[in-house]
């Protein structure tokens, strides 16, 4: 019974710290709609999908604001994993059709999704012209959401067959960068950092994942 109480425990605890978090968000954005907030992170692996996946849902449970997930990590997607689907467009699909076509509505206080395409390793790497429909499609979703939460590839290892999220920090309004604890070099996480604050993002500020506080020792 005390791994239950234990595991219920943490399950509420971060339930509460996610909620935290939306709303220390919102107040960055000072409660400003219709938004854009990009999520990356220094390293891949550091749970950022999970956190993207997380935030969306926590502020759609709120049910005071229309919510929409996109998963623009097209090499390495994952957002479908954490909500159990699979996707079934295509990528010319996805950058032609209007939104509502294009987004899997949600039952209930949840997230909408835009989930990434099914052909998308069949495709060339990102280049400008490419850059330029995210930047439309974007602005179209904004017109049709209070809050659009953007899953985006992480800084490094710079890879040009992924949708860049420096490149990509231009046409949101936030970016929360996430680094989980004990995983990504100081360094890296300060030089990405410093990458995106260079691009001219808006840092809204960085999330720690798997953080474990250190107990005092008894005196």
Request: hydrophobic share 45%; glycine share 6%.
């Amino acid at each position: 019974m005390s791994n239950l109480a234990d595991r219920q425990r943490q399950a509420l605890g971060q339930i509460a710290e996610i909620k935290r978090i939306s709303c220390a968000i919102d107040h960055a954005l000072q409660h400003r709609t219709p938004a854009a907030v990009l999520i990356t992170s220094a390293q891949q692996g550091e749970g950022k999908s999970l956190f993207a996946s997380a935030l969306a849902t926590s502020m759609a449970s709120l049910g005071q604001h229309r919510v929409v997930l996109l998963d623009l990590n097209w090499y390495r997607p994952a957002v479908h994993h954490c909500f159990g689907l699979e996707s079934n467009q295509t990528m010319s699909h996805i950058l032609q059709a209007d939104i509502d076509a294009l987004v899997t509505k949600s039952q209930g206080q949840r997230p909408d999704l835009l989930l990434a395409p099914t052909d998308h390793r069949d495709h060339a790497p990102m280049n400008g012209d490419v850059f330029g429909t995210f930047k439309h499609l974007i602005e179209r979703i904004k017109q049709a959401y209070d809050y659009v939460i953007v899953d985006s590839a992480s800084i490094f290892p710079t890879n040009r067959m992924m949708i860049d999220p420096v490149m990509l920090s231009a046409m949101v309004d936030g970016v929360v960068l996430v680094v989980q604890a004990g995983f990504a070099p100081r360094q890296h996480v300060k030089r990405a950092c410093t990458i995106m604050q260079a691009a001219g993002a808006t840092m809204i500020g960085v999330t720690i994942n798997q953080h474990r506080p250190t107990l005092a020792a008894p005196s």
